[in-house]
Every structure is written in structure tokens, then in C-alpha cells.
């Protein structure tokens, strides 16, 4: 069985990430997502193990002192992590493997070379039209809203480090987009993967 790719997704909060990662995920086959720790506390309608496993403090720094986290990083106040061997088991059983993460994270995963991951940014058509999408959402306060604008505005900074940006203007045209570079990555793996034994099968 061939390895799972990893796909790097980082977006400001509030430029639609979690909506365009379950419409690929429904309509893809082959791809897991990677569930990551957190101290932050679950928001209404999250539930542990789902969309993150949330620890205290204390579990997340001993889990850090244990090198079991890939990446980790500190995000608005809360620390999230990467579990190592969560990530491999994935990829080992053939899956491509999707990581939410900010753009710390992938910094890291880039600077440890030897993974396989293809990395994406997704971007709000503006940083006017973030700050409405995050106060039309009513999952924050205020101070909590100008953390994360402050934020957006030094991860946006971060965009061009990433081999791919979606500009999320046009939700169905984002989801296409996205599908299209997980799609295109899986061509250019084959062509390594399946080296000449795929070729032979293929040529008269
Ligand atoms: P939220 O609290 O809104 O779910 O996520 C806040 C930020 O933390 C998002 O940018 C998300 O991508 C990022 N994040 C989630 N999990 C991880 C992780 O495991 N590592 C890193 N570095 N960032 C993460």
C-alpha cells in the first residue's frame, strides 16, 4: 500500500476552512483528517475527539516534553499540537492526510524536511470581509475578534511561503480548487510511486 501524502492547510479564523475542508472530505475518497490537541475550550456544538481532543495545560506541556507532537504552537492564547504518531498511522495506512494548522505550524513541518506534505493557503477575498464574516458568525466577542484580525493580518503576511493559495471569494469555486490540488498532487505522487511498473502495464 502506497504512503499518504500530507496536505498543510492554514487560513486566518474566519476564512472559511472548516466548511471547505468538510465539503472536500465528503466528496474525496482516501483522505483523514488529522485531529489535533488543544487547551482551548471546545466551542458550542464540538465534541472531544472530533474536531480537536481537549486537554489542560498540563497534559499538553508533558505530551510537548515527550516529543509526541509533529508541530505545535501557541494561537491566540491557547496552545495546539500535532500528535506525531496519530499523523503517521494515517499516512502508513495509504490515507492523505489533512492538517488545520496555523502558519507557525507549517513553518515548522516545512523546516523539518523529509515530510511529504503539499502546502496550502487559504485567503478571505479582503481583510474588511473577514472582520464581517467573523461578527456575522457571533462565536466571538469583541476583544476575542481583534485578536484574531491582528493575527490575520501577520498570517496573510505568511501566504507566500505556501505553494497554493485559494482565494476564498466563491465557496463552490474555493471547493473545486481545493479538490484540484489534492487531485493533482495524487497524479504527481503516481508518477514516482508506481515508477516504471505502472509505466510497463500502461505502454503496448
Ligand atoms: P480554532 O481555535 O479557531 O479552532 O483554531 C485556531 C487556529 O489554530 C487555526 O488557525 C487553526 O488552524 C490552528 N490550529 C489548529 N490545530 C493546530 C495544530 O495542531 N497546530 C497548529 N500549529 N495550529 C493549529
Redesign the pocket.
Given at each position: 500500500m502506497s504512503k499518504g501524502k500530507l496536505f498543510i492547510?492554514?487560513?486566518?479564523?474566519g476564512a472559511g476552512?472548516?466548511t471547505l475542508l468538510n465539503e472536500v472530505m465528503k466528496r474525496l475518497k482516501g483522505l483523514a483528517f488529522?485531529i489535533?490537541?488543544?487547551t482551548?475550550a471546545p466551542?458550542r456544538g464540538e465534541t472531544d475527539g472530533v474536531?480537536?481532543h481537549f486537554v489542560d495545560r498540563e497534559t499538553f506541556l508533558d505530551m510537548k516534553e515527550e516529543g509526541l507532537?509533529l508541530?505545535?504552537?501557541e494561537?491566540?492564547g491557547?496552545f495546539?499540537?500535532?500528535s506525531r504518531l496519530a499523523v503517521e498511522e494515517q499516512a502508513a495506512g495509504g490515507a492523505d492526510v489533512i492538517?488545520?494548522?496555523?502558519?507557525?505550524?507549517?513553518g515548522?513541518i516545512r523546516g523539518q524536511g523529509g515530510v511529504d506534505a503539499a502546502y496550502i493557503f487559504l485567503a478571505p477575498p479582503s481583510l474588511a470581509e473577514l472582520e464581517l464574516r467573523l461578527r456575522r458568525r457571533g462565536l466571538d466577542d469583541d476583544e476575542t475578534i481583534a485578536i484574531?484580525m491582528a493575527?490575520a493580518r501577520e498570517?496573510m503576511s505568511a501566504s507566500d511561503e505556501f505553494e497554493y493559495l485559494i482565494v476564498n471569494e466563491n465557496k463552490d469555486e474555493a471547493v473545486r480548487m481545493f479538490e484540484s490540488v489534492i487531485l493533482a498532487e495524487r497524479a504527481r505522487g503516481r508518477r514516482h510511486l508506481d515508477g516504471g511498473e505502472l509505466r510497463r502495464e500502461l505502454l503496448p
Open positions: 492547510l492554514s487560513a486566518p479564523s476552512k472548516s488529522s489535533s490537541h488543544t482551548r466551542r474536531e480537536y507532537f508541530e505545535w504552537a494561537v491566540h491557547n495546539y499540537g500535532t492538517l488545520d494548522i496555523d502558519v507557525q505550524g507549517a515548522i484574531r493575527n498570517e
